[in-house]
């Protein structure tokens, strides 16, 4: 068991070196941080979807921005399309569950909106319905999903690819990736002496 925790401390802090290294990343954090405080500036909304753990990733990251990351300032417009079980259950009824996303993406989504489109494989067909819908709509698509891609990655305006293949290590780039894109819209936001 000793071994096993030493071998996980490990392989996540193999994962973040390279994450650090890489400044093509640094970059697109950059680059999602303007979309997103544009679009803010802009009157317009973040759209956060995802599932399973992705889900709750949609949920924090959106709460984050309603509510406080660092420090208290005017809430962000932000949504998780992941919490009203009646219409995820009356759309995945009605239509089927690949749809739970995209037929809110078609009702809330308005041009000039962001969606986050969050995928371990880049291969959810809800997630990549979504991603359709929001680009039918006119949104902009920032995704976060693993090494390969999958279909995601060359669907997205930015897509953030954490060099793994595991599910935790990806999920665990998602969560600190999700963490500094919104340190970094508040401080854009609401600059103050202090916080990110």
Known sequence: MKD???????????????MAADAGLAAQIMEAVRISTTALRGGHRLLFAGNGGSAADAQHWAGELVSRFYYDRPGLAAIALTTDTSILTAIGNDYGYDYVFARQVEALGQAGDVLFAISTSGRSKNILRAVEAARKRGLLVIGFTGASGGDLAAACDVCFRVPSDETPR???????????????????????????
């Open 4 to 18: 096993t925790i030493a071998s996980e401390f490990a392989k996540a802090r193999t994962n973040f070196d390279a």
């Open 170 to 196: 990806i999920q665990e780039g998602h969560e600190f990736l999700g963490h500094m894109v919104c340190a970094l819209i508040e401080a854009e936001m609401f600059p103050t002496g202090g916080g990110a």
